[in-house]
């Protein structure tokens, strides 16, 4: 029997899990103290992640809702709506394949706060189209911060989608009254629109409110409604559902899928300057 396996079973998992991860001083001599050698190995636990760069720590959960969006575009309900927006399994295939590689292949880019131009929302985060580029501030990132971008880059900044969704998030939108009129505005891009739909479909999943591929009823829009009067929406999730008139919701979320991009029929955002290779999403 090793000296570890004399350890109580505490005290081994400790030893054990800092033997893993490369802790100095994570032995422990026998007949110390369980709790001062718990204690110990929890300070250097502590200062081992506090040694973390900021950009370590946020490269970590880049990864992690990079995992989660391409699980969510390899699902089976995925896959089923692309077929039947783009009309066959071998589009729908090359369309996920194409998000796939924008995903993995995405430059992600961290810069101070002042060097970050951008207008919009908190100003922190900024895609690059032409470039392929995330741009993120070299701070703590919030989750959602992290998947808009990443969504934009899957779909690259994606200026056509198919006319039956451009009319649809165009006709349907209507402004927030938590938003002031320069917001409300940018809000009204089908580029944010695009995003914000995507994020209120991964919310209902998160909520466990229906799945992805499941009919969107009068009945999920009124769970929706409660949990955006609790504060309980992500702020891309509210936003769409409050700028969305209860009519069009439903027939966007049953019939839209993703606004994937469908033939040569396309629809352009009036306003959007689309030769510009700076245009910023």
């Known amino acids: 029997m090793s000296n570890i396996e004399a350890f109580p079973k505490k005290i081994k998992n400790i030893v054990k899990q800092g033997a893993k991860?490369?802790?100095?001083?994570?032995?422990?001599?026998?007949?110390?103290?369980?709790?001062?050698?718990?204690?110990?190995?929890?300070?250097?636990?502590?200062k081992t992640e506090t040694n973390r760069s900021e950009k370590e720590i946020n490269l970590d959960k880049i990864d992690k809702q990079k995992l989660f969006l391409l699980n969510h575009i390899n699902s089976q309900d995925f896959f089923n709506r692309a077929v039947e927006e783009l009309g066959s399994t071998e589009q729908a295939s090359n369309f996920i394949k194409e998000l796939e590689n924008n995903i993995k292949?995405?430059?992600?880019?961290?810069?101070?706060?002042?060097?970050?131009?951008?207008d919009t929302e908190s100003g922190n985060a900024v895609y690059y189209p032409v470039i392929h580029q995330i741009n993120y501030p070299n701070t703590d990132l919030m989750d959602e911060t992290i998947i808009h971008e990443l969504i934009h880059a899957a779909y690259h900044g994606r200026d056509n989608i198919s006319q039956k969704a451009g009319d649809l998030l165009f006709h349907s939108f209507q402004s927030d009254s938590k938003e002031n009129n320069e917001m409300n505005t940018y809000l009204n891009s089908l580029a944010e629109r695009q995003v914000r739909k995507i994020l209120l479909d991964i919310e209902l999943e998160k909520q466990g409110i229906k799945n992805y591929g499941e009919k969107f009823t009068p009945e999920h829009y009124q769970k929706l409604k409660e949990l955006d009067e609790q504060g309980k929406l992500g702020r891309g999730a509210?936003?769409?559902?409050?700028?969305?008139?209860?009519?069009?919701?439903e027939k966007i979320m049953n019939e839209v899928a993703d606004n994937l991009?469908?033939?040569?029929?396309?629809?352009?955002?009036?306003g959007w300057d689309y030769g510009n290779g700076k245009n910023r999403a």
């Open 238 to 249: 509210g936003q769409f559902f409050r700028m969305t008139n209860k009519t069009d919701l």
């Open 21 to 46: 991860i490369g802790i100095v001083g994570a032995s422990l001599l026998v007949g110390a103290n369980s709790l001062e050698a718990q204690q110990s190995t929890e300070l250097s636990l502590e």
């Open 261 to 270: 991009q469908k033939n040569d029929n396309t629809y352009r955002y009036q």
């Open 105 to 118: 292949t995405v430059v992600i880019s961290f810069l101070s706060k002042e060097e970050i131009i951008h």
